[in-house]
């Protein structure tokens, strides 16, 4: 089966800038998370969907971050506007089927100069 | 917040030789998961232990759950020079909302 895809794999901007971030989950699953990731550090989870309802947003910058899951399959994460601390590894996962095993795409690279 | 703490922060061994990493979670679980990532990549599932298991095998790995101690370990035997990454334990909660928390890993390197 496909696995979690995710673009763009990297992204560089300024501060004060706009970004996006797409992820499309494995066919199936209900369960979406997107974790933020920042170098030498374990993911933190930002926020969890169930199909298109949050289960969990509340490590989610609601200031500067925003995350839809419209139709209950992809999902954006925006950030605007962005900060330097915001460099990070932007991770997208998805569970589903009555499984545990979370799947994760291979991560966004946001560096913010 | 993170919920798990893990030991050693970094680990560097001989190929050959055993690789142990710990793990320590505050709240009551419902399962605990380690997962490997490798410089660059995004994190792959290893193996999954539920709170009512003490010890699980996969292969090379063995992982013990002492929820008295709230701990885990994870043991990869006989390491490869391929099993350098870092190893991340993971804490699902007990009231299975399915929100996994991650510690913030170890950094194993296996030299050849």
């Known amino acids: 089966e496909a696995g979690v895809a995710q673009s763009p794999r990297y992204k560089i901007i300024e501060k004060r800038q706009s970004v996006a971030f797409w992820c499309n989950p494995i066919?199936?699953?209900?369960?979406l998370y997107w974790y933020q990731q920042i170098l030498g550090q374990g993911p933190k989870l930002l926020i969890q969907?169930?199909?298109?309802?949050?289960?969990?947003d509340s490590q989610l910058p609601k200031d500067r971050f925003s995350a839809e899951r419209l139709k209950g399959v992809d999902s954006t994460l925006k950030i605007q506007p962005a900060k330097l601390e915001d460099s990070a590894v932007y991770l997208c996962?998805?569970?589903?089927?009555?499984?545990?095993?979370?799947?994760f795409g291979e991560g966004s690279w946001l560096t913010v100069v | 917040s993170q919920q798990g703490e893990e030991d050693p922060q970094a680990l560097s061994i001989q190929e050959g030789e055993n690789a142990t990493m710990n793990c320590s979670y505050k709240?009551?679980?419902?399962?605990l998961q380690w997962y490997r990532q490798n410089s660059g990549r995004g994190l792959v599932h290893l193996i999954l232990?539920?709170?009512?298991?003490r010890e699980k095998h996969s292969g090379r790995l063995r992982v013990t759950l002492d929820t008295s101690k709230k701990s885990s370990s994870l043991l990869i035997t006989a390491s490869r020079a391929a099993d350098t990454a870092s190893y991340f334990c993971?804490?699902?909660?007990?009231?299975?909302?399915?929100?996994?928390?991650f510690g913030q890993g170890t950094t194993l390197q296996v030299k050849p």
């Open positions: 996962a998805s569970r589903g089927g009555g499984r545990n095993t979370i799947y």
């Open positions: 066919s199936g699953h209900a369960t």
């Open positions: 969907f169930q199909n298109n309802g949050v289960v969990d």
């Open positions: 709240t009551s679980i419902n399962n």
């Open positions: 232990i539920r709170s009512n298991e």
């Open positions: 993971a804490t699902e909660g007990g009231s299975n909302t399915g929100k996994l928390i």
